[in-house]
């Protein structure tokens, strides 16, 4: 099981990966045209070897994760850079507001919703999926954790810090209690609608028609109210994993599903202190050397898998079928950690 880079090819076995992946995954929306152009604007940014965290537009790193046994694509992830400098990026942050009358003997704290683009500029975590057949075996972990060992190996080309949209709640019809409540009020679609023309067309044109003063959240449904900031069912593992890496929740929320919005600084990421750098040798690996999570250092041929290793001293040793899949020879620097 290795990671690399999305390229050109992959699109059809895309298309079949996505048709899995339910309701409430933007990042990922059944459209061919959508997704070619998901995997152009990674090839454009991984092809700007010189770019920094300040340049002005996003990027975009799509990363497959393939079977190498039968050449087949199970799993997606993503990490873009400069998130609103193309187009703006809304979330809702909830606050409070305060009515008080001393005549009245009245003192009311409001919970409130206002429009931001508070995290126009950061660099986010996304488009993770994992087909339900590979859900074992340390894959997870390595869809996840491959993003983070290349932040920290190329941490000077990244803004310094990191979100992560969560999916909200919904139904098994796809229906968004939150949506119902608010969204659809301004436009008159169902949230699966809503759902995929964000993931073929960006928010901007929805996000343009919402309105800008505070919501008052007592006003909502409370099945609206209920799920501010909470996630689906299946993304409570993918919250209490970046949990663990140390991201954390500071208000702010999805402004169709509610969903929370993570967000941590690269440095602070468990798994970005907690890699190392080290060179390899190619050679036999005991039985009971701990599988580790290694990458190559190579910007545009980024590969990343979770095999056993051995170590001596600064010399990380790996068989000749991890050299290949990593596409190093003995002596080359590598990134690595052990998983948990």
């Known amino acids: ?72 694509i199970v799993g997606t992830t993503a990490i873009k850079a400069g998130i609103g400098l193309s187009e703006p990026y809304y979330s809702y942050r909830l606050s409070t507001v305060v009515h008080a009358s001393r005549e009245l003997g009245v003192h009311k704290v409001v919970p409130t919703l206002y429009l931001t683009n508070d995290y126009t500029g950061c660099a986010e975590i996304g488009s993770l999926y994992l087909h339900s057949d590979y859900r074992h075996s340390g894959n997870g972990r390595l869809l996840s954790k491959c993003r983070f060992l290349f932040l920290a190996e190329f941490a000077a080309r990244f803004p310094s810090k990191v979100v992560a949209e969560m999916r909200g709640v919904s139904d098994e019809r796809g229906r968004s209690p939150f949506w119902d409540s608010l969204g659809q009020h301004f436009f008159s679609m169902e949230f699966r609608r809503a759902d995929y023309l964000t993931g073929t067309r960006g928010k901007t044109f929805i996000a343009e028609l919402m309105p800008r003063n505070p919501i008052y959240v007592p006003l909502l449904r409370p099945e609206a109210q209920a799920v501010i900031g909470r996630v689906h069912d299946h993304t409570r593992a993918a919250l209490t994993f970046l949990q663990e890496e140390g991201f954390h929740y500071e208000g702010y929320v999805d402004i169709f599903d509610a969903g929370p919005t993570m967000e941590a600084r690269v440095e602070q990421i468990r798994s970005v202190r907690q890699s190392e750098r080290l060179h390899v040798r190619i050679g036999p690996v005991v039985e009971s050397a701990p599988r580790r999570l290694i990458s190559n250092t190579r910007w545009g041929e980024f ?8 170590r001596i001293g600064n010399e990380l040793v790996v068989d000749a079928a991890t050299g290949r899949a990593l596409g190093i020879d003995s002596g080359a620097p590598v990134r690595v950690m052990a998983p948990k």
């Not at 992959?10 to 339910?22: F, K, P, R, Y």
């Not at 990674?42 to 300040?54: E, N, W």
């Not at 990343?304 to 051995?310: E, K, T």
């Open 1 to 72: 099981m290795s990671i690399r880079p999305i390229e050109p090819g992959d699109l059809q076995a895309l298309e079949a990966l996505v048709e899995s992946t339910g309701v409430g995954l933007t990042s990922l929306p059944r459209d061919r045209a959508a997704l070619a152009q998901r995997i152009e604007h990674s090839q454009q940014s991984f092809a700007q070897s010189s770019a920094s965290a300040d340049c002005a537009a996003e990027r975009l790193f799509f990363f497959v994760l393939e079977d190498s046994t039968t050449a087949r």
């Open 303 to 310: 590969r990343c898998v979770l095999v056993p290793a051995g």
